[in-house]
């Protein structure tokens, strides 16, 4: 896809940070934005200021580990525009803290929306896509973690796996049929990420930031900067779109040892 121009765009997570980025990049071409997100306030915020921005634009309030919901967003979408052209199965949280503290509650948490909610999203677009005809293009949020394992961020790192296996299953699966998918892997993006907390169940709350995530990510890219590095990727039809290139030597590493360990099958004991 080349032109963004009056083309229909779903954005999950799109009220803040990363979505947010996209959601105002494709409004600067032209694009009409369907933003859902779990937070109704900040939703209807962000589609506002798409609109003092040009573009059209509704919010959804979505939460993406409810089935219902998402499909309940489609339909709002598809009413409202008449069509979707691009999927932005974005909507994601953070849990940090040493492996050994990890909660199975934590756990849930994170896997709940990060891999529940980006099934539901992404059966759905591809489905829809489909069923339309005209093409389109998904974009899955992974992330650099969905490569690289870090035992502070447990549930995120094993989420991210998990995203980076369905994007490649959903490129391989879709591309035959002329509807692209791109998964994106940012580095540090200075979002509201480290705040997913206040998302939890009451009970489940802890109440605080992550101090995992915070110093990773503060003073990183700012959300803005990101979506003309993803509307690029898209228009390159890339497998992956990276936003940072110094992890090359961290990803060589992991690589290497893969392939060392391939080399050695059969190796005397
Ligand atoms: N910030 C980074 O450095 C970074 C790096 C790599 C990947 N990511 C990924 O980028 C995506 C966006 O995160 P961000 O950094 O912009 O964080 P953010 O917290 O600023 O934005 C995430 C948005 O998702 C929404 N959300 C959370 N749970 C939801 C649910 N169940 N249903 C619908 N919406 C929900 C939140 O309300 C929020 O508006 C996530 O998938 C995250 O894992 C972020």
Request: proline share 4%.
């Amino acid at each position: 896809m080349q032109d963004f121009k009056n083309k229909v765009a779903i954005v999950t997570g799109g009220a803040s940070g990363i979505g947010q980025g996209i959601a105002r990049a494709l409004a600067g071409e032209g694009a009409h934005l369907v933003i859902a997100d779990i937070d109704p306030d900040s939703a209807k915020a962000a589609a506002g200021d798409l609109g003092e921005r040009g573009a059209k634009s509704v919010a959804v309030a979505t939460d993406v580990r409810d089935p219902a919901a998402v499909d309940a967003l489609f339909d709002a979408a598809s009413a409202e525009f008449g069509a979707i052209d691009l999927v932005f199965n974005n909507a994601g949280v953070y849990l940090g803290g040493p492996m050994r503290d990890c909660t199975f509650d934590d756990w849930k948490f994170v896997l709940d929306v990060n891999v529940d909610g980006v099934f539901h999203v992404g059966q759905k677009a591809a489905a829809v896509l489909r069923e339309q005809g005209r093409g389109g293009y998904v974009v899955n949020t992974a992330s650099i973690g969905g490569f690289t394992a870090h035992n502070g961020g447990l549930a995120y790192a094993v989420s991210k796996f998990g995203v980076v296996a369905y994007s490649e299953a959903m490129r391989m699966d879709l591309e035959p049929e002329g509807i692209g998918v791109s998964t994106l892997c940012p580095g540090p993006i200075d979002t509201n990420l480290t705040a997913s907390d206040r998302l939890r169940d009451a009970g489940d709350r802890t109440g605080g930031v992550s101090e995992a995530l915070s110093p990773f990510i503060r003073g990183g890219m700012a959300p803005n900067d990101i979506g003309p590095i993803v509307l690029s990727g898209i228009r390159r039809e890339l497998p992956y779109i990276f936003t940072h290139d110094d992890m090359r030597e961290v990803f060589k590493a992991r690589f290497d040892s893969v392939l060392d360990c391939i080399d050695r099958i059969g190796e005397p004991a």
